[in-house]
């Protein structure tokens, strides 16, 4: 599959939609393309090439910085996305919305990341 440059092209919508500004959509291609970026096809005809680096932080997702886990991707037909053996997933809108979604699912886990990093206040025993 050929990843279309500059993400995001529709040739047609066979998505359902709920409203005027939500879709459906559902993954059906996948193929790993260098490093941590994945071309993704969805039912609507579109395509995302998807750079997932910014985003393999913490427990789940830092898993991944394994190439071989992170190739590992398969999509789970019952659902309509992306899934590693690990447990890891992503919603298949966030995936089709990826030029948005991605910065703020990266800042938030990098937020995330930083919060655990805190040590809690030490008490001083009163």
């Not at 991707?73 to 053996?85: A, D, F, M, Q, Y």
């Amino acid at each position: 599959m050929a990843c279309l440059d500059g993400g995001q092209k529709s040739r047609f919508d066979r998505s359902i939609v709920v409203s005027a500004d939500h879709l459906i959509c559902r993954v059906v291609r996948v193929s790993h393309e260098d490093g941590y970026r994945l071309c993704v096809g969805f039912d609507d005809g579109s395509e995302q090439q998807i750079d997932f680096e910014p985003i393999l932080r913490g427990e789940i997702f830092g898993e991944l910085r394994d190439l071989q886990k992170f190739s590992a991707v398969k999509i789970n037909r019952e659902s309509g996305t992306l899934e590693w053996p690990n447990g890891a997933d992503l919603d298949p809108e966030t995936l089709h919305d990826w030029p948005v979604q991605g910065p703020k699912l990266a800042h938030q886990l990098e937020r995330a990341e930083s919060i655990l990093r805190e040590e809690p206040p030490k008490r001083d025993g009163s």
